[in-house]
């Protein structure tokens, strides 16, 4: 055989051990003549960091591989549009305000003015207190007798006609006095208290309507003042767990958008195997069962996982032929077993083997 026929001999024969190889795992088990092995990958609980707020980044505060705490910062978007925003929004929120204050006042006074106009009205309608009358007719009694002596005296020359006159029209007022308090006002006067008390209950609602809408604009204010402040807040984007930055996407100075990932943070402690089982499988896997992992990074690492979830409905269903009936769908379902990692050698994506025989 020559050096031509040779090679292409070796290269044939690595082509078959290494189609075997492949062959020898599959995406749901092993056929390595053994059915307790099966093909898997690790994964881990990992989260895509994103902005809420979109502008540019003006720090970041990590780096890829170091350890982050839930709430520590990650990066912090500019903010001062931001801030000029609230600003302004405190300045409208406290002339709103003031606006409601004078509103009060001015319903106060209103309600002021709708008293005093129902009390003439009342006045008006009613007639004076009785002691406001007997104050009249006192009034009036006394100068009644003053005409009449003083009149008395005029008759005798004692006293002069102006003096008689001037207490004879100080006693006609005096007269029209009790005989307003005593009979009431008259019906105009009535119809002029009823317009001022119209009129003072239209200031009244006014006032009160000026309150609502002052009321309204400081509300407002106020929601804008708190919906800014979240904003403020999301601009310093902060961890939600404990872990490791393993991917770092963003840079200081670029533009974020929201929903962009800047950073993802992935916790190497919470760590588990995902394997997809043919149901044929599926008796032999049970929530709690303990099984041996091995890694093709640390092949002589002794894993024990444990069982932690087993899907309840099938995953996928694959086209396999069966010596009894033929060709039927044999359908899949994925199995969670929980690793231990704390010494953080494992990786997200590793392949791993699952042994589940005792």
Do not use: C, H
Request: aromatic share 6%; proline share 1%; charged share 30%.
């Amino acid at each position: 055989m020559n050096k031509k026929m040779v090679t292409m001999v070796s290269v044939v024969v690595i082509a078959l051990v290494m189609l075997v190889g492949f062959s020898s795992v599959n995406n749901s088990k092993t056929t390595l003549n053994d059915e307790n092995l099966f093909q898997g990958y690790i994964e881990a609980n990992d989260v895509d960091i994103n902005t809420k707020v979109p502008g540019r980044i003006s720090q970041i505060k990590v780096s890829e591989g170091e350890i982050v705490k839930k709430g520590d910062p990650i990066a912090v978007i500019d903010a001062k549009d931001i801030m000029a925003k609230k600003e302004g929004l405190v300045a409208l929120s406290k002339a709103a305000e003031n606006g409601v204050e004078a509103a009060k006042a001015q319903y106060q006074a209103a309600n002021g003015q709708l008293d005093a106009a129902e009390a003439v009205l009342r006045k008006a309608k009613n007639g004076a207190r009785g002691e406001t009358v007997s104050k009249a007719k006192a009034a009036y009694d006394y100068l009644k007798t003053t005409y009449d002596r003083l009149s008395a005296v005029y008759k005798k020359g004692g006293v002069s006609k102006s003096k008689v006159d001037e207490i004879e029209t100080k006693m006609n007022v005096a007269y029209e006095d009790y005989k307003m308090a005593k009979d009431g006002a008259r019906n105009e006067d009535i119809i002029a208290a009823s317009g001022q008390v119209t009129a003072a209950r239209a200031m009244v609602a006014a006032a009160s309507s000026n309150i609502a809408a002052s009321e309204d604009k400081y509300a407002q204010a106020l929601a804008g003042i708190k919906e800014v402040e979240t904003y403020l807040t999301d601009a310093a984007i902060v961890s939600p767990l404990s872990g490791t930055v393993t991917l770092l996407n963003s840079s200081e100075g670029e533009m974020a958008s929201t929903g962009m990932n800047i950073a993802t943070i992935t916790d190497l402690k919470d760590m588990w195997v995902d394997i997809e089982i043919d149901e044929t499988y599926l008796s032999k896997f049970k929530v709690g069962d303990e099984v041996k992992i091995k890694t093709l990074a640390y092949k002589d690492k002794k894993i024990v996982g444990k069982v932690v979830r087993i899907n309840k409905k099938a995953d996928y269903a694959v086209k396999k032929a069966s010596n009894e009936n033929g060709e039927f769908d044999l359908v899949s379902y994925g199995v969670k077993i929980k690793i231990n990692n704390d010494e953080e050698l494992f990786r997200p994506g590793m392949t791993a083997i699952v042994d589940i025989s005792k």
